[in-house]
């Protein structure tokens, strides 16, 4: 009788334990309302560290706490391309480097525009590139090649997207001259970025300023990027619910393709100033979950010490250089803040970056 009676006071005891430690988890789980998930493609480190030296004030990223490392790999390569990577981002799932929103049997996965969506959230993209490029692609379409962008923007009229911004009004107007967007009822301003004013509740909205990509920083882009994000979150707050928008810094990638050392500073300083604004909102709404993060890193980029070897090296001086026009295989950071921002410290796959807005965004 005794020796029951110990068991069940332990008992007692241990339940008492696991109710503590669970209600401890439930409060450090709090779950965010929106996400904004922003990627600089091609952005390894070196690319993060350009504005501590070629900005004057401190750059965005040293506001963030909660700091983690993605490994980017395809499923088919050790070196990823933009669409495998975006499909990891936006399915969960590895794929072979030329698939959009397929997987490495080039059937369908649903991503996580089409979850959210399913469950009331509205859902942005932006991109200073074509809309129709592997990156905002990887969050509506599905096809078996990224370079398939008529079939790409058939697949952007007939998604989920509510709101997009970018370039590529070529590939929506079909031999024929039938607006693809006015077969689906989409209004799209083909000129200039201005806010939505009293969206009609169920209506989706674009903004495209170029046949195909957008300007560079450097041919006088100026702040598309930061206006468009600022014109995404009013009007996407507009929901009932919450509403997911993916930022993407397109041509981080292409100034590291080019080796171009003018052309990539000025694309990151563009970015880290559209972080910085995202981040300021978040802060003030308190509801939002910022993730900022790189689909891989483009040029094996650095911030070497001048001279050519170790008998000239000239340490006062940085010389940013590139290894490779091609992409690398280096870890990426992933800078979080918000609620549930906590999950995404460590070391992991690109695909964990789904599964954890997937469980922090889908309760049942
Ligand atoms: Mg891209
Ligand atoms: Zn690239």
Not at 235 to 254: K, N
């Amino acid at each position: 009788m005794r020796r029951y009676y110990h068991i069940s006071v332990i008992l007692i005891l241990f339940s008492g334990i696991i109710l503590a430690q669970d209600h401890t988890e439930s409060n450090t789980v709090d779950r965010p309302r929106n996400v904004i998930l922003m990627i600089g493609d091609g952005m390894g480190l070196s690319q993060v560290s350009a504005p501590y030296y070629y900005m004057d004030e401190e750059p965005v990223f040293s506001q963030f706490r909660y700091i983690g490392l993605a490994k980017t790999s395809a499923g088919s390569a050790p070196v990823t391309q933009s669409p495998a990577a975006a499909t990891a981002l936006s399915t969960g799932f590895k794929t072979y480097n030329m698939a959009v929103g397929v997987g490495m049997d080039s059937l369908p996965r649903k991503n996580i525009v089409e979850l959210l969506s399913e469950k009331g959230f509205l859902t942005g993209i932006i991109a200073t590139s074509s809309i129709t490029d592997a990156t905002p692609a990887g969050f509506y379409a599905h096809q078996p090649n990224r370079y398939m962008q008529r079939e790409i923007a058939q697949d952007l009229v007939k998604s989920e997207i509510d709101f997009f911004a970018g370039g590529g009004i070529k590939y929506f107007l079909d031999t024929t001259g039938v607006n693809l967007f006015e077969a689906h009822g989409i209004e799209v301003n083909y000129s200039r970025l201005k806010k939505i004013k009293k969206p009609e509740p169920g209506s989706r909205y674009g903004f495209l300023l170029g046949a195909d990509r957008l300007q560079t920083m450097l041919e006088g882009r100026k702040d598309f990027l930061k206006k468009s994000s600022s014109i995404a979150v009013d009007f996407l707050s507009t929901g009932e619910h919450g509403y997911f928008l993916m930022i993407e810094s397109s041509q981080i990638d292409w100034a590291g393709h080019g080796n171009q050392v003018e052309y990539m500073i000025q694309e990151m300083n563009d970015f880290e100033q559209t972080v910085r604004s995202v981040l300021e909102y978040a802060k003030e709404d308190g509801e939002t979950l910022v993730i900022v993060t790189a689909d891989h890193e483009t040029g094996g980029f650095t911030l070497g010490a001048a001279g050519e070897n170790g008998y000239n090296a000239d340490y006062s001086i940085i010389q940013p250089t590139f290894a490779t026009t091609n992409h690398s295989a280096t870890l990426v950071p992933v800078f979080s803040y918000g609620p549930g921002a906590e999950n995404f410290m460590g070391v992991y796959e690109n695909t964990e970056i789904f599964h954890k807005l997937a469980s922090l965004l889908i309760t049942e």
